[in-house]
């Protein structure tokens, strides 16, 4: 299984994990109002980051731009939101995306809000980046919490899938003037784990030449007429090869990652929706109250004559994160069980 | 194991420990020392799932510490935990077959190594989240003193985690309410790969007790009757009603931060000055004063034995079934449960 990105052809192929590095360098070479705040993310001789995205960026920026703290995700991000309402452009790191919740108040209440209560005289524009994912960690290091966010006015939440998009959106995400959410999954950054993604190629082609991706734009990855499946991460390759399977029963996916889950592009999917009458949502998020059940609410209250069969999602279990592998993978999304609600949603 | 070894507080809080406790200590601390170094090659090999945490060279503070607790005491850890479990007794059998991911597992599976627990000994499942136990540890503890009985809670955490806003508000608030509360840092010098003297300009943890009005203590985290001696003295006046304290023990951990950490943050010359004062050799070569080598051998010999036996224990025990991960989440479900 490839990782099908923007443009396929080219040579020059990166994992997630480089193709993030080279977008920060590039905007920290851009603007010097960009620095990088977080933890062990520039210790010499340390991890770059708990992913590695940010090895060697010290070397080249130094340690006024690449600042280590203390163990204090309520001060990381409250110093960058400070940092940013004075007119920096600070990316904050909290290593997992579990430890978001550290900082709710932070981003929820202030990162959020201070633009709308200034009446647009202030703006916060950091990009706060969250590895999310399933990979036998457990409770507290596994979860996909992007839905809390999404349910948040005053935040952007994007969510990237493959290296040429996570390059363009998060040169975009730095020069936005709100806060973002940048969520990347562990298994496909391409430093570690590659095993555990499936022995996927997780490297697509990136171009030499500078590029951006809009925020709030989503991506057809593969083109059918049959059943739109709007998915996102891991949940979206295995959509993708549930998708060829079901090709040879005549069923034609149209899969859909949009990227960006707020604001969602509805434009992409409701015309896809409105094209193949049917539509499967996919995600790692929990099933309640995720994300996808907001796109079904909008599928339903704008797209609900063009459907021929009720909307199905495919989503992790209402349960935290068990440890052990069985259990695990029963909990998250397979491709058996997105296949399943591709052809539940078919048959109707 | 806290079975049986001397937990009669003296005058001065702490039971003496003659050799057949001192040899209890090393066995103890040589089993976890033993079970880090097998559970790290079995991880190496595919067998155990997962990450792991090891704690190699700080086992002087969870024996040491737990040594003075009774069964019925509670302790929060981290996701540094298989030391304070072995320490506060959970089986040793179900501790191996929790990091295997078996179903006869301390946690049926769904812990894992960051989660290893066992209410019926005292251990909540230990918390990953740096700091996460140094507030919900106060409720134990306001626990114990709204039903008035004697027990205390023994709070683990690392020098990373007192630079949460957790440690403080968790400090200051079992000072204020009186609570029977141990707060136990380890500060091996280190989170993941920051220093913390990079984190904090009080190089020492235990000085932000003042702070809280609270008492601090710096101690050898490198020698196990001291750190049990600190430990015995603060567990006694906690449960004696005097409140919470904040004991910070210096030591180091031998291995990495976690899996393949290759420790390029710290230098060689000082990880040798730290084995040098290696807690195990140290009880080790104290013993062999009074007691015959043989002896000693012969507890090597044991704790080995014991692990195997923990390991063959996990490798034959069952998997748990794939739709046991979608029960657990309540005490009662109301509505539909998910089938998988
Ligand atoms: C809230 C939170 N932030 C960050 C992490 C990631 N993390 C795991 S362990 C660790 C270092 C902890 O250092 P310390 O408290 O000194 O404990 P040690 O690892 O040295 O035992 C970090 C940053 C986490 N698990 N939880
Ligand atoms: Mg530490």
């Known amino acids: ?348 | 194991m806290t079975s049986g070894t001397g937990v009669e507080n003296t005058e001065r809080g702490v039971s003496e420990v003659d050799t057949a406790h001192e040899l209890d200590l090393y066995r103890q601390m040589l089993l976890i020392r033993r079970f880090e170094e097998r559970v790290y090659l079995l991880y190496l090999q595919g067998e155990i799932p997962g990450t792991l945490h090891q704690s190699q060279g700080q086992e002087a503070v969870a024996v040491g510490v737990c040594d003075v607790l009774q069964r019925t005491d509670w302790i929060t850890s981290t996701h540094r935990p298989h030391g304070h479990a072995l320490a506060k007794g959970v089986d040793l059998r179900a501790a191996m077959a929790e990091l295997f991911g078996k179903a006869t597992g301390c946690c049926g599976g769904k812990g894992g190594s960051m989660h290893l627990g066992d209410p019926s000994v005292g251990m909540l499942p230990a918390i990953a989240i740096v700091g996460g136990g140094n507030t919900v540890v106060t409720g134990l503890g306001l626990a114990f003193k709204l039903m008035r009985t004697d027990q205390v809670a023994v709070c683990f955490f690392g020098d990373g985690a007192s630079n949460e806003g957790a440690f403080h508000e968790g400090l200051n608030f079992a000072a204020v309410q009186h609570l029977p509360i141990v707060f136990a840092c380890e500060n091996n010098l280190y989170g993941a790969s920051t220093p913390f003297h990079e984190t904090s300009l009080v190089p020492d943890v235990a000085t932000r007790a003042a702070a809280y009005g609270v008492r601090g203590e710096i101690v050898d985290g490198m020698d196990v009757l001291a750190a049990r001696e600190a430990a015995g003295r603060a567990v006694a006046e906690a449960r004696a009603g005097d409140g919470p304290s904040l004991l910070e023990f210096k030591t180091y951990r031998f291995a990495g931060h976690s899996r393949g950490d290759v420790r390029g943050y710290r230098s060689r010359d000082e990880e040798a000055d730290w084995k040098e004062r290696d807690p195990i050799v140290r009880l080790r070569e104290r013993l062999a004063l009074t007691l015959d080598e043989g002896i000693l051998d012969e507890t090597d010999t044991q704790v080995e034995a014991a692990l195997d036996e923990a390991v063959e224990f996990a490798r034959q025990s069952p998997l748990p079934r794939p739709e046991d991960a979608l029960t657990g989440a309540y005490a009662t479900v109301i509505g539909r449960e998910a089938t998988p």
């Open chain 1, 1 to 348: 299984m490839t990782v099908a990105a923007g443009p396929a052809n080219g040579e020059r192929r990166l994992t997630i994990a480089e193709a993030l590095r080279e977008a920060i360098a590039e905007e920290m070479r851009h603007d010097e109002k960009v620095f990088l705040i977080g933890e062990d993310v520039g210790v010499p001789g340390g991890f770059g980051g708990a992913f590695g995205v940010y090895l060697g960026l010290t070397e080249e920026f130094g340690h006024d731009r690449i600042i280590d703290t203390p163990i204090s995700e309520k001060a990381i991000a409250g110093a960058a939101i400070g940092a940013a309402l004075m007119g920096m452009r600070p990316i904050p790191d909290l290593q997992y995306a579990d430890f978001l919740f550290e900082c709710m108040d932070e981003l929820v209440n202030q990162a959020a809000k201070m633009r709308y209560m200034s009446n647009g005289k202030l703006s916060v524009p950091m990009v706060l980046r969250c590895p999310v994912g399933t990979a036998n960690r457990g409770a507290q290091h596994g979860q996909c919490p992007e839905s809390y966010f999404v349910h948040v006015p005053g935040l952007k939440v994007v969510c990237v899938s493959d290296a040429y998009h996570a390059k363009g959106l998060l040169k975009s995400a730095v020069r936005d003037d709100d806060p973002v959410l940048f969520f990347e999954h562990k298994l496909l950054y391409g430093s570690k784990g590659r095993e555990q993604a499936g022995g996927m190629d997780l490297t697509a082609h990136v171009p030499e030449e500078e590029y951006f991706f809009p925020i709030g734009k989503a991506v057809v990855k593969r083109a059918g007429t049959s059943v739109t499946v709007v998915a996102t991460q891991m949940s979206l390759y295995r959509a993708l090869a549930a998708a060829e399977e079901l090709a040879h029963d005549g069923i034609e996916c149209e899969v859909i990652d949009p990227l960006t889950l707020l604001p969602l592009d509805e434009e992409t999917i409701f015309a896809s929706v409105r094209k193949t009458g049917r539509l499967v949502i996919a995600h790692e998020d929990t099933l309640t109250g995720g994300w996808g059940a907001e796109l079904a609410a909008r599928v339903a209250e704008e797209c609900l004559y063009s459907l021929q069969a009720p909307i199905r999602r495919a989503a992790s279990h209402d349960v935290p994160l068990p440890v052990a592998p069985v259990m695990e993978q029963t909990v998250v999304p397979s491709q058996a069980r997105i296949k399943a609600a591709i052809q539940r949603c078919c048959e109707g």
